[in-house]
């Protein structure tokens, strides 16, 4: 029986226009950045990271790219076929000491029970001007054993959305907002079709 992936990287994920595109609306919209709220709008210190509050255009060219991968992505983590699924996410950058701990992106609630595959874009200056923020994975058939990906500019991982994960404490030398690790979360949720938006 062929075994299921933890995860999955596409490397140069967007063509050279859109990832610019994306890098330039965040990079043009620092003063709209708030700091992450968790479950409820609170801010916890379970989580350190800026949300953009006007994400522009990044969301929807990150969607619309990962939209036609989905069966493929359901396949190899050996997950239902997801016929109509749905998008949702957030646009974020980690400056000099965000983490972001152990977590899933499932849970209980209803607006995050329906979430099956998260998918994590990644984006910045080249080279890269931060250090740390590695996604580390951890291992659900190996209690206590766990990955690191390191992050890379035009870069997607995606994973099961119950996969425990969590962000290392990323560190940015110049301290500037320009230099930092930024992300287009995405979450793809199994919704019934007449619940499609």
Known sequence: MKERQLFLIK??????PDH????DHVLAHEADCEPTAVRGGEISH????????RPGPCRQIVHDALRPLVPELCAAFGVPPIPHPKFDGSVVAHTDGSFYK??????KADIYRSRTLSAVYYFCESP??????????FRMDQPGAYI???ILDNQLVVFPSMIPHEVRPVRVPSGRF???RFAVNVWVHRVPQEDQS
């Open 20 to 23: 610019r595109a994306i890098l």
């Open 46 to 53: 379970f989580r350190s990271s800026m949300e953009l509050k």
């Open 11 to 16: 490397p140069d994920f967007l063509p050279e």
């Open 178 to 180: 320009e230099d930092a």
């Open 128 to 137: 890269a001007r931060f250090e740390g923020g590695e996604l580390r994975m």
């Open 102 to 107: 152990p977590h899933v992106d499932q849970g």
């Open 148 to 150: 690191d990906i390191p």
